[in-house]
């Protein structure tokens, strides 16, 4: 199964995807972490374009044949991103859900983004009015919604077990 993350930064994607891959025993597939060793590869600078997430389907594809489930965290931000990823759970013959993070706090996503640092050396974070004015385009499909606004990780991951369950 390919279960597809998205949502802005600091609304809770990475620290869901890994409570949710421990738990499920996924493979969690993060764009952050591809781009950021595209960088340090030397042959391009933030912001990489496309490029990390054309491997990061590559890559999903590959664990799906082999009969893994893979957990596709990124910002995900346009159709066309929510689609290739579609697109690599059929090539894979494979189920795919999508999930989008929100935190519908605008107070609470500030602190959020405004507070934390980098786990991924290097990585630039996008300050908040970065987070604002992303292009980020409404979902037009059936998804689940986790919203993470006043709720512990904990809580959020029953939240997103519960959807999948029902999804």
Not at 110 to 117: C, D, E, G, K
Request: net charge positive; glycine share 10%; proline share 7%.
């Amino acid at each position: 199964m390919l279960i597809v993350m998205g949502g802005l930064p600091g609304t809770g994607k990475t620290t869901l995807a890994r409570l949710l891959a421990a738990r499920i025993g996924a493979v969690h597939l993060r764009i952050d972490t591809i781009e950021q060793a595209i960088v340090r590869s030397g042959v391009t600078r933030h912001p990489v374009g496309p490029v990390g997430y054309a491997v990061g389907y590559a890559l999903a594809g590959d664990h799906l044949r082999q009969g893994l489930t893979v957990i596709a965290e990124s910002v995900n931000p346009l159709g066309v991103t929510r689609d290739a990823w579609r697109d690599t759970a059929v090539g894979a013959g494979v189920r795919v859900t999508e999930v989008e993070v929100v935190c519908s706090d605008p107070a609470e996503h500030r602190r959020r983004v405004t507070s934390r640092s980098a786990d991924i050396p290097g990585l630039p974070l996008p300050d908040w009015p970065q987070v604002v004015d992303r292009e980020y385009e409404p979902w037009a499909r059936v998804r689940v919604v986790v919203d993470t606004a006043g709720q512990s990780p904990q809580q959020s991951l029953a939240l997103l077990l519960r959807g999948l369950a029902s999804g």
